[in-house]
């Protein structure tokens, strides 16, 4: 999720509500919390990527004032990672 002209408060306000719709900016592995890049969030749904997309539209819609937010909203059954502990 890309925001266009979100102020600091805007961003924690938003992050505030991915945690509400189960969104986190972490992944757990081996007992690490790892954290993901800016932007990225995680969840585990039983819904399309169309439904997410539209929860965090609609989520992003007032954080975004200079253009609307770019959403990336994708399902899979295996990644791999190089990232850093949170």
């Known amino acids: 999720v890309e925001l266009y002209g979100a102020e600091y408060d805007g961003y924690e306000r938003f ?5 509400e719709l189960k969104l986190y900016r972490h992944i757990s592995q081996q007992g ?7 932007g990225t ?3 585990a749904f039983n819904a399309t990527a169309h439904d997410v997309l539209v ?5 992003a819609k ?3 004032p200079d253009n609307e937010a770019s959403i990336f909203v994708c399902n899979f059954t295996d990644y791999d990672h190089l990232l850093y502990q949170a």
């Open 15 to 19: 992050h505030e509500i991915m945690l």
């Open 32 to 38: 690490k919390t790892l954290k993901l890049p800016d």
């Open 41 to 43: 969030y995680f969840g």
């Open 55 to 59: 929860a965090v539209r609609k989520a």
């Open 62 to 64: 007032n954080f975004s």
